[in-house]
Every structure is written in C-alpha cells, then in structure tokens.
C-alpha cells in the first residue's frame, strides 16, 4: 500500500458522484472506478557513458467506452517512489475519464509516464531520445490514433510527442501517423491555439459563470495566483472580456495595483527581470492576503493545496476558476459553497486543454488544418456547453460545482457503458 493514496481519492470520487446518481450496483462501481489496463513497462537505455541503465514506465487506460483513451506523459519521480507513480498516473488517467466526458469531446481516460527527473538528473539530449523512442517502443501496441492518443504532461514537450509519433510511424510500416499522440508542435501537425487553450478555456468558464450570477465582467476585479501559460492567459482573455486585473503572483511572491494592471505589461516586466514582484505601481502582498482580496473573480492558477479551510473562511470572491489542477482543499469545499461562492471546478476550467488536444487530433485524421479563430470557437462551444451541463446538474441535486462536474461525467460514460454492454 502507497501512503496517501492517489487513486484511493479518485475512486471516492466516482463513488461519490454514483451516490448522487443513485447508482446502487457495487460491480458497476468498481467498473467505473478501475482503469481498464495498467501496464508497466522496463525501458533499457545505454546511456552515454556507455553503461547500462533500467527506467520504469507506465501506460494507465482508465476507460475507453466513450472514445480513445487520451491523456499525458510525465517523466517525473514523485515522492513515494515508483510504486506510487502507479496509482497516481492510475488516478489521473480516471481524471482525464472524467474530464473528456465533461465537456463531452468523444475520448477516454489515460495517464502514463516514466520514473525520471530529466531536470535534475540532467540527461542528455540524446539519452532523453534513447528513453522516449525506448518508452514509445514499449508501449506502441497499446497506442494509436483509434486506441490511445497520449499528450505532454509534467516534464515533457513538443519535441518528446514529436519522437513518440516518429517512432510508432517507423514501427507501422512507416505510415504517417500523426493523430497518435497531441501537443506537437505546429510544424508537426500541432493546433493553432494550443498555447492558449488552458487560461481561453478557464476565461470562457468564468464568462458563463458571470451571466449565471449576473455579474458584469465589464470592470469586474480579478486576482491571479500564477502568472505561468495557464493563468497569463486566463488574465489577458479576461481582460479582453473587459475585466480589471487587480492582483497576481509568482513564486517570488504576489503584488497588487486596485487601479488595475495591464496583462501585456506585467508580461512584459517578468521577462525582463524573472518575476511580477516589482512591477512600477504595485504593493507587495503575501500569499494569504492575494488569495482572500476582495474581488469578483478568484483564478488559482499556480499549485495544488493552496485554499485550506482557514483561507476559505477569509474568502471574499464571487467566482473562482480553478485554472490549476486541486487549489482547494475537501475541507475548504464546504465552507465555500455555503458562503455562495461559485467554484469552476479545475476539471471544467482547465479542460481548454484537452478539448483542443481533442482538435489537434481530429485535424491529423482528417488531415485539414483550422485557423485560430475556428480552432478557438469549437473550444468554446465545447466549454460553454460543459459549464450549462454541470450548473444545471449543481441547480437539479442542489449540490456544489465539483461534484455536478462529476456526477454529470459519471452520467455520460455510464450512458456509453449501458449502449454498449459487455462482451466478450
Ligand atoms: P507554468 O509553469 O507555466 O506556471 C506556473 C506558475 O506558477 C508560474 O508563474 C510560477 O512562478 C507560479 N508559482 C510557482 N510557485 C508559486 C507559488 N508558491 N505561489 C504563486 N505562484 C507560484 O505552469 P502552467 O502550465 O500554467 O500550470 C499551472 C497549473 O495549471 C498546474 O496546476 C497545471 O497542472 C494546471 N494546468 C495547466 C494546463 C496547461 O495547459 N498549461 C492544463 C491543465 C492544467
């Protein structure tokens, strides 16, 4: 047994969400709750001085009844060790289940990885080749652009996807295949709009939550915890949209302007001198006080574990968009929901990702390629669809926005699961 289980919080979620559905049978539970197929793979690697190296790898297929399973890669070396690698790629592959089936875009749930720290071990470039292409070689019967289409995750990029597809063309006959996997990079068969999917997607979610609330995003204040890829861009949609950025932070620290901060110009100012901390016009904050200023719109964008029961309590937002993947802690969850907040729980508001890894996909297949703005605008109807399903799912059992997000989730691919029945 792994200590603080990963994939233990994940099938108490499914359970959860089977409560509110009134989902009785204990079969069909742990059905929806165990991944399809885990494999593990060893991954030989003659490393460049000469000497031979053993890595484990990991392909977690969590459900494919509503399409090809579709999730990440990591090459990362948790705390727990390998074993714990396991369940946590085994729960986020449930995740991705869930997630894909909130904003309704036709794929599974999957999660893989490999035991590695390619940052602090410092492989070279071509040991980081020799173990990608060697990772990709093991797990290549189990992919594909009909079976398993993963993407990049912690530690991983454009040119590792890039590598996954070359290797598993060159193993099928040297047929170009580049829906195999998403997150390529544009002159390799990646989307348009892919950078900015993640903060465009948690924009449009805090869109549909205003109108919800009736709350005008015209003037409506909005702090960033983060200023990295998710919510830089989450910040300059919102403020496309006519919001005021009051608040922001890095890993150096959190600053605040109530006159309002140009996104473009805080950008600007952090590639100069490495943070936001500084930026002309702002006051330095801590952590606590960023997270419980008085806004309109809450956008955690940076880390887990940030909103624990005491920050809950000092809360004084309207909406918060949880750009990052588990800010808020279970505890905090209640004392949230009866102060009225709206929480968009991270697996809505961070989909933007995967819906467009979801385009980048069906253009390979299709091999026709969008524009930005088509691109952009399927997205959204995906989101804002996802957002409507969940709210009114929150309205119907009168329950909180994380578990409407999975309840509704948990609907669909029991929908799918029913359609299609077992066999053999
Ligand atoms: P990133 O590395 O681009 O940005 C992370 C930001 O967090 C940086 O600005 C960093 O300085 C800041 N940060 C680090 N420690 C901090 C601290 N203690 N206080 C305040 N800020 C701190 O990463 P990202 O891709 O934007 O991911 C951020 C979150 O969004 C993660 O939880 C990630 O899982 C989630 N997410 C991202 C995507 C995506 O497509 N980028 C998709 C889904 C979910």
Request: charged residues 25%; hydrophobic residues 35%.
């Amino acid at each position: 047994m792994v200590k603080n289980d990963p994939f233990a919080n994940a099938t108490k979620q499914v359970n959860d969400a089977c409560d509110i559905l009134d989902i009785k049978d204990k079969g069909l539970r742990e059905y929806l709750a165990t991944p399809n197929r885990v494999l593990r793979v060893k991954i030989p690697v003659k490393m460049d001085n000469g000497k031979i190296r053993v890595f484990i790898g990991f392909r977690s297929q969590h459900n494919n009844d509503r399409g090809p399973y579709k999730g990440g890669i990591r090459y990362f070396n948790p705390e727990g060790g390998v074993e714990y690698m396991e369940r946590e790629v085994m729960a986020l592959s449930s995740w991705m289940t869930w997630k894909c089936a909130i904003v309704d875009v036709p794929l599974g749930g999957g999660k893989g990885g490999i035991y590695v720290n390619p940052k602090t071990e410092k492989l070279s470039e071509g040991e980081l080749e020799r173990l990608t292409r060697g990772f990709a070689y093991k797990i290549s019967e189990v992919i594909g652009p009909g079976k398993d289409v993963p993407a990049p995750d912690v530690y991983t990029t454009g040119r590792e996807m890039t590598q996954i597809m070359d290797t598993f063309s060159k193993l099928n006959g040297n047929v170009y295949s580049p829906g195999v996997i998403t997150g390529k990079p544009i002159s390799m068969g990646g989307s348009l709009a892919r950078n900015v999917a993640t903060g465009l997607g948690a924009a449009y979610c805090v869109r549909e939550a205003a109108k919800a609330l009736k709350i005008n995003l015209k003037g409506a204040k909005v702090v960033l915890q983060g200023f990295g890829n998710a919510s830089t861009f989450a910040g300059e949609y919102l403020e496309k949209m006519g919001s005021k950025i009051i608040a922001a932070s890095d890993s150096k620290g959190s600053i605040i302007d109530p006159k309002g901060i140009k996104v473009s110009k805080l950008i600007e100012y952090k590639q100069k001198t490495g943070s936001v901390v500084g930026f002309p016009g702002s006051k330095k904050i801590s952590t606590e006080d960023l997270l419980t200023t008085q806004c309109d719109i809450l956008v955690p964008g940076a880390l887990e574990n940030q909103i624990d029961a005491k920050i809950a309590k000092n809360l004084k937002c309207k909406i918060i968009a949880e750009a990052a993947n588990g800010p808020t802690l279970p505890e905090a969850d209640p004392i949230i929901y009866d102060k009225k907040i709206l929480v968009i729980p991270d697996i809505l508001a961070n989909s933007g990702g995967v819906c467009i890894s979801y385009l980048e996909w069906v253009q390979n297949n299709m091999g026709y390629y969008w524009s930005f703005d088509e691109v952009a605008n399927k997205m959204e109807s995906n989101i804002t669809r996802g957002f409507k399903d969940s709210y009114d799912m929150s309205k119907k059992h009168k329950i909180d926005m994380r578990k409407a997000a999975m309840a509704l989730a948990v609907q669909r691919v029991v929908e799918a699961f029913n359609q299609k029945g077992i066999w053999p």
